[in-house]
């Protein structure tokens, strides 16, 4: 699914209330994955966009194999475990790590279920 401004369920800004001074963003919901648009093209001239992408606790949940012909995209992990796959690789990343992915290269996003040892 391509996410476009009629996919937009509503604006937040960085603090949550409503004062005018703070930067107002867009943010919506598609899967149970919480995109927030940070930065869009436009607003670079074309150079970059920067989305903050929250996906469920301790549930998968993954992004389909899909591609971007406008930019190269950077995956920088705060939380969690994904598999993320690119040019028929598959990259386990955790907290930490750093991925670039080269435009017009199909790959997807996959966040892998919290697996809880037992005593």
């Known amino acids: ?32 994955i919480t995109y927030k648009v940070i930065l869009n093209g436009q607003q670079s001239s074309g150079k970059y966009s920067l989305i903050e992408m929250e996906f469920p606790a301790e549930k998968e949940n993954e992004i389909p194999l899909h591609k971007h012909t406008k930019e190269n995209i950077i995956i920088y992990v705060i939380e969690g475990t994904f598999l993320i796959k690119s040019a028929n690789k598959n990259i386990n990343a955790i907290p930490g790590t750093v991925i670039k992915l080269e435009k017009n ?14 005593c």
Do not use: F, P, Q
């Open 105 to 118: 290269k199909e790959h997807s996003y996959k966040k892998l279920e919290l697996i809880k040892e037992s």
């Open 1 to 32: 699914m391509l996410l476009d401004e009629d996919h937009i369920k509503e604006k937040v800004n960085k603090s949550g209330n409503a004062n005018s001074n703070d930067r107002i963003y867009l943010k919506y919901t598609v899967n149970e």
